[in-house]
């Protein structure tokens, strides 16, 4: 569904066709011409990703992580007629700030100078229609989305101020640093003394939308402010935080499970853990019970901490999905 507006819950509307049509509208036709060279956009031929707006506890909240592609057309200063693409990778937040990968067909020594007239001058005019983009999906579809705070349902509270019974207290140690590259061994994992532990999250947003917060390449990069490597595929492997977090995917049951295997850099060479995402819908949040066998004794405190300033807060923030811990 693409259109969800509850007053006992939350509200979220996908945006995506929109803003093709919107692109398509700013972006297309967009010219400059400098001294003697001409350039316009003559199409927009991908807009793919989210654009997504929601309301959490009365805000609303603009979601972008788009990938666009314009192809362009226009002469040089001695007639020669040119075309070629412009590529923006990552389109995120509203701000409008991307990387433009700029490509010439038939591209030759004559044609470079069109191509930093369209860095230095077509790039800018881009960007200033990227920063309007975010207020005027606001404007366009609030109406649609925005509930007066007083018709929506009681906030959950922090789950540190009432933690549900059987389940385990964040910890206060102090948290390794995530960031650096590791190496997936094939040499034959050594015995590792290793504990379960345990935690419960809740998230005021649906069920669906963890599972894609978790799972789905565009939103997991949001969240974990870097490029990372993970499919939605039984059997895939994914990779997060630069190589630091790596595993495979064992299960999936949409909306409902997620088991994965799970490593963290600093663990003995070729060891795992099997980590079990269980969500469960109540009427205006998501509960996560998480579950994780194989932590080597030792490291629970830290695993338990780097989860939360990794994970829970960073999507809580981001998605404005709940009161960080």
């Known amino acids: 569904m693409s259109n969800w507006k509850n007053p006992n819950n939350w509200t979220t509307k996908n945006c995506l066709k929109w803003a093709k049509e919107y692109f398509k509208e700013k972006l297309v036709g967009l010219n400059v011409e400098h001294e003697g060279i001409t350039v316009k956009i003559s199409d927009l031929t991908r807009c793919t990703g989210d654009a997504d707006l929601n309301q959490r506890k009365g805000k609303l909240i603009p979601f972008v992580d788009l990938v666009i592609e314009l192809t362009w057309c226009g002469t040089t200063s001695d007639g020669t007629e040119v075309t070629g693409k412009i590529n923006i990778p990552e389109l995120q937040g509203t701000e409008g700030d991307c990387e433009f990968q700029i490509t010439v067909d038939d591209e030759t020594s004559d044609k470079e100078l069109i191509k930093e007239v369209i860095r230095t001058h077509l790039t800018p005019l881009i960007t200033e229609k990227f920063k309007n983009f975010g207020k005027d999906m606001l404007e366009t579809h609030s109406k649609d989305v925005y509930i007066e705070p007083s018709q929506l349902g009681a906030s959950t509270p922090p789950r540190s101020a009432t933690p549900p019974a059987g389940t385990s207290q964040s910890s206060t140690s102090t948290a390794t640093s995530i960031g650096s590259t590791t190496t997936?061994?094939?040499?034959?994992?050594?015995?590792?003394?290793?504990?379960?532990?345990?935690?419960?999250?809740?998230?005021?947003?649906?069920?669906?939308?963890?599972?894609?917060?978790?799972?789905?390449?565009?939103?997991?990069?949001?969240?974990?402010r870097s490029r990372p490597d993970i499919f939605r595929h039984i059997g895939s492997t994914f990779s997060l935080f630069e190589g630091n977090i790596t595993g495979s995917i064992l299960e999936l049951d949409s909306n409902k499970k997620i088991v994965q295997t799970w490593r963290q850099k600093t663990w003995p060479e070729g060891h795992f853990s099997t980590v079990t995402l269980e969500f469960e819908q109540e009427s205006d949040y998501t509960r996560v019970n998480v579950t994780q066998k194989g932590v080597p004794v030792g490291e629970e405190d830290i695993v338990k901490q780097n989860w939360q300033n990794y994970y829970w807060n960073p999507i809580k923030s981001v998605f404005g999905y709940g009161a960080l811990i």
Do not use: C, H, M
Not at 197 to 217: F, N, R, W
């Open 184 to 224: 997936t061994s094939s040499t034959k994992p050594k015995f590792v003394n290793s504990t379960t532990i345990k935690d419960t999250i809740e998230l005021q947003t649906s069920a669906d939308q963890v599972y894609e917060t978790l799972l789905d390449p565009g939103r997991v990069a949001a969240w974990t």
